[in-house]
């Protein structure tokens, strides 16, 4: 990999996670080269898509290889990207609407996770927040982008270091922590048993091979034998740094120089074994790789140039060094810290259990507003059910018809006003017979009264 790679996500920013080197004797077939290690930047992907398009360009290319690490960090090298090719700036751009799509997305996740859907996001406002790109020009890709990027990602993984040996701390308080806690669930009988057995593992896991000082001639003239087989007795410092300089830059990066304590962690650190912690070795690994850089790497940019690495090699702590204390034999907390830690969990416990039972009581109420709704639900479907049956009983009852099977409605008779009953129909009868009727019978019809011609029936076609 090119040297800024090598620069910007080993050696300035701080590997995060080294390989141990496995060097055989026989030559083995050609490998593809392994990938850059993740540095745990949330803009690691964008780094390294820039980093690869970069080095594509052959005149950013040749300016790299005359740069230095101060150059970089610096962001004189920045100015550079004015002259590399139009179809890696036309990449550049690209990328960087990409970035700032992603962080848009992010920040409207945030905000709906923790707002009212109809609230207004100042994206270019929240943007600012974020240091490694340019938000006042969000679709081209200046010399100020790499100048941020290389800078933001310098000071975000520069204490990562720190970082790391406060999480293995509180690691090691939480180990500790479980331990007594278990311990005090078991009877006495039970609990000396355990304790008994703790101080036996403890035991055995500090029954190992003296463990040399990283950097000391002792250590390396043993990776010199052990690793590549060479003979110790014809130990050469600067032979040492080219075989070791595996990527052949001119310098030893993190990821180098910690490959070369596998003998060393080997010593303390079996995988197989019930008494060894390999969190404890990723510790060690580390504390060892910050030993050497702080008596080697004099310009701090954390590499070692080969006169800095024969440079320590003069120095009388290089051949005189005595043992080195592993991590078990160290205080990494004090009781105070631990009695702190316990605090804080106890704490988070109480949260935890009071959250539960809000859930278990949300939960409950929602569980009896369900039998509600069922029982309401039941209720409707009854009174839908009562409302067919009568429609379908209305719909069998059958209607009067006539010849034709046509509907036949009888009309209403008129409502009478008058209180009294009407007086029954007159049948017509022709004048003759009147004539001759008996005059007891004889009726005198009214006069000017229109006779009632008969009614016709109705009928509905």
Same mark, same amino acid.
């Given at each position: 990999m090119m040297k800024l790679s090598w620069l910007l996500l080993t050696s300035l920013l701080g590997l995060v996670a080294s390989v141990p080197i496995d060097r055989s004797k026989e030559k083995k077939t050609e490998e593809a080269p392994p990938e850059p290690?993740?540095?745990?930047?949330?803009?690691?992907?964008?780094?390294?898509?820039?980093i690869n398009v970069l080095e594509t360009d052959s005149h950013f290319?040749?300016?790299?290889?005359?740069?230095?690490?101060?150059?970089?960090?610096?962001?004189?090298?920045?100015?550079?990207?004015?002259?590399?090719?139009?179809h890696v700036r036309t990449k550049l751009d690209e990328l960087k609407r990409q970035e700032v799509s992603r962080l848009r997305m992010l920040i409207k996740a945030k905000m709906d996770a923790t707002m009212e859907q109809n609230v207004q996001i100042d994206h270019l406002g929240l943007l600012k927040q974020f240091e490694h790109l340019d938000p006042q020009n969000q679709h081209t890709f200046e010399a100020r982008d790499l100048e941020l990027l290389i800078q933001a990602a310098t000071k975000d993984l520069e204490n990562y270091d720190a970082a790391h040996h406060e999480e293995f701390k509180r690691y090691e308080m939480l180990k500790e922590h479980e331990r007594r806690e278990y311990l005090r669930s078991l009877d006495e009988e039970k609990r000396r048993e355990e304790e008994a057995r703790f101080q036996e593992l403890r035991r055995r896991h500090?029954?190992?091979?003296?463990?040399?000082?990283?950097g000391s001639r002792d250590q390396l003239k043993e990776v010199w034998e052990e690793t590549d087989g060479l003979d110790p007795s014809?130990?050469?410092?600067?032979?040492?740094?080219?075989l070791h300089d595996t990527n052949s830059d001119g310098v030893l990066d993190e990821q180098e120089l910690e490959a070369l304590f596998t003998k060393e962690l080997e010593k303390v650190y079996d995988p197989r074994n019930e008494e060894d912690d390999m969190l404890e070795m990723e510790e060690e690994r580390l504390r060892m790789r910050e030993h050497v850089m702080k008596n080697v790497d004099m310009n701090k940019d954390r590499l070692v140039t080969l006169e800095e690495f024969l440079k320590s090699t003069e120095k009388k702590e290089f051949s005189e060094a005595g043992g080195w204390e592993t991590v078990d034999e160290t205080q990494v907390y004090s009781e105070a810290?631990?009695?702190?830690?316990?605090?804080?969990l106890a704490a988070q416990e109480a949260e935890l259990s009071r959250r539960a039972e809000q859930l278990r009581r949300q939960h409950q109420d929602l569980a009896e507003r369900q039998v509600q709704l069922d029982a309401q639900k039941k209720e409707y479907q009854n009174a839908v059910l009562q409302m067919e049956?009568?429609?379908?009983?209305?719909?069998?009852v059958p209607m009067p018809a006539g010849a034709g099977g046509?509907?036949?409605? /009888?009309?209403? *008779? @008129?409502?009478? %006003? /008058?209180?009294? *009953? @009407?007086?029954? %129909? /007159?049948?017509?009868? @022709?004048?003759?017979?009147?004539?001759?009727? @008996?005059?007891q019978n004889q009726v005198e019809p009214a006069q000017n009264q229109p006779q009632q011609p008969p009614q016709p029936e109705v009928q509905i076609q």
């Amino acid at each position: 990999m090119m040297k800024l790679s090598w620069l910007l996500l080993t050696s300035l920013l701080g590997l995060v996670a080294s390989v141990p080197i496995d060097r055989s004797k026989e030559k083995k077939t050609e490998e593809a080269p392994p990938e850059p290690p993740d540095t745990g930047l949330y803009y690691h992907r964008y780094l390294q898509e820039v980093i690869n398009v970069l080095e594509t360009d052959s005149h950013f290319r040749e300016k790299l290889q005359a740069a230095n690490a101060e150059d970089i960090k610096s962001g004189k090298l920045s100015k550079e990207l004015d002259f590399v090719s139009h179809h890696v700036r036309t990449k550049l751009d690209e990328l960087k609407r990409q970035e700032v799509s992603r962080l848009r997305m992010l920040i409207k996740a945030k905000m709906d996770a923790t707002m009212e859907q109809n609230v207004q996001i100042d994206h270019l406002g929240l943007l600012k927040q974020f240091e490694h790109l340019d938000p006042q020009n969000q679709h081209t890709f200046e010399a100020r982008d790499l100048e941020l990027l290389i800078q933001a990602a310098t000071k975000d993984l520069e204490n990562y270091d720190a970082a790391h040996h406060e999480e293995f701390k509180r690691y090691e308080m939480l180990k500790e922590h479980e331990r007594r806690e278990y311990l005090r669930s078991l009877d006495e009988e039970k609990r000396r048993e355990e304790e008994a057995r703790f101080q036996e593992l403890r035991r055995r896991h500090r029954e190992h091979p003296k463990v040399n000082v990283p950097g000391s001639r002792d250590q390396l003239k043993e990776v010199w034998e052990e690793t590549d087989g060479l003979d110790p007795s014809e130990f050469n410092p600067k032979t040492f740094f080219k075989l070791h300089d595996t990527n052949s830059d001119g310098v030893l990066d993190e990821q180098e120089l910690e490959a070369l304590f596998t003998k060393e962690l080997e010593k303390v650190y079996d995988p197989r074994n019930e008494e060894d912690d390999m969190l404890e070795m990723e510790e060690e690994r580390l504390r060892m790789r910050e030993h050497v850089m702080k008596n080697v790497d004099m310009n701090k940019d954390r590499l070692v140039t080969l006169e800095e690495f024969l440079k320590s090699t003069e120095k009388k702590e290089f051949s005189e060094a005595g043992g080195w204390e592993t991590v078990d034999e160290t205080q990494v907390y004090s009781e105070a810290e631990l009695k702190r830690f316990e605090a804080e969990l106890a704490a988070q416990e109480a949260e935890l259990s009071r959250r539960a039972e809000q859930l278990r009581r949300q939960h409950q109420d929602l569980a009896e507003r369900q039998v509600q709704l069922d029982a309401q639900k039941k209720e409707y479907q009854n009174a839908v059910l009562q409302m067919e049956q009568r429609k379908n009983q209305q719909a069998a009852v059958p209607m009067p018809a006539g010849a034709g099977g046509e509907l036949k409605f /009888q009309p209403q *008779p @008129p409502q009478v %006003a /008058q209180a009294d *009953p @009407p007086l029954p %129909a /007159q049948s017509a009868v @022709p004048a003759d017979t009147l004539a001759h009727a @008996p005059e007891q019978n004889q009726v005198e019809p009214a006069q000017n009264q229109p006779q009632q011609p008969p009614q016709p029936e109705v009928q509905i076609q």
